[in-house]
């Protein structure tokens, strides 16, 4: 089985958001192409499209399907192959770097000092401590070939 093609839409052009995400599932789409994947992921990969492909809806809801398409479709390949796009581990890892230490490390600043007003001091620390953790994920993961040369942005 094959991934099936974007269908072409010369109207979206004019909308620079939408020509954006449209481009953007198109890159998504031509790396899978060249990739070897189970049928049950190309069918997958397959209902995304169409869903994509028979949406006469406005160009608002036609970006927000193309995002939650890909989104569907970058969460599969993630969870049944382990393929991720550039990046993926460090913006994850950001917000939970923010969340797991920066927190905590701000909560301690403001104890230990009597000044509660120095939590948000953890809140870059644990940023910065994410990114670093969540880089290194990526350079493994680009080492062991499991990286899309596609990085995603919203």
């Given at each position: 089985?094959?991934?099936?093609?974007?269908?072409?839409?010369?109207?979206?052009?004019?909308?620079?958001?939408?020509?954006?995400?449209?481009?953007?599932?198109?890159?998504?789409?031509?790396?899978?192409?060249?990739?070897?994947?189970?049928?049950?992921?190309?069918?997958?990969?397959?209902?995304?499209?169409?869903?994509?492909?028979?949406?006469?809806?406005?160009?608002?809801?036609?970006?927000?399907?193309?995002?939650?398409?890909?989104?569907?479709?970058?969460?599969?390949?993630?969870?049944?192959?382990?393929?991720?796009?550039?990046?993926?581990?460090?913006?994850?890892?950001?917000?939970?770097?923010?969340?797991?230490?920066?927190?905590?490390?701000?909560?301690?600043?403001?104890?230990?000092?009597?000044?509660?007003?120095?939590?948000?001091?953890?809140?870059?620390?644990?940023?910065?401590?994410?990114?670093?953790?969540?880089?290194?994920?990526?350079?493994?993961?680009?080492?062991?070939?499991?990286?899309?040369?596609l990085e995603i942005k919203y």
């Amino acid at each position: 089985m094959e991934i099936k093609e974007l269908k072409k839409r010369p109207s979206i052009v004019q909308n620079t958001k939408l020509d954006k995400a449209y481009v953007q599932f198109d890159s998504l789409l031509t790396i899978l192409k060249n990739k070897e994947l189970p049928e049950e992921i190309v069918s997958s990969i397959n209902n995304g499209i169409d869903q994509i492909n028979t949406c006469a809806e406005p160009e608002k809801k036609l970006r927000k399907q193309i995002k939650k398409s890909q989104s569907e479709i970058l969460k599969l390949i993630e969870k049944e192959l382990k393929l991720v796009t550039k990046n993926h581990y460090m913006n994850t890892w950001l917000a939970l770097g923010m969340a797991a230490f920066g927190l905590p490390i701000g909560t301690v600043f403001g104890t230990t000092t009597g000044n509660m007003g120095l939590i948000g001091i953890g809140l870059p620390i644990g940023m910065v401590i994410g990114m670093v953790i969540g880089s290194g994920m990526d350079k493994k993961a680009l080492e062991a070939g499991r990286q899309l040369d596609l990085e995603i942005k919203y």
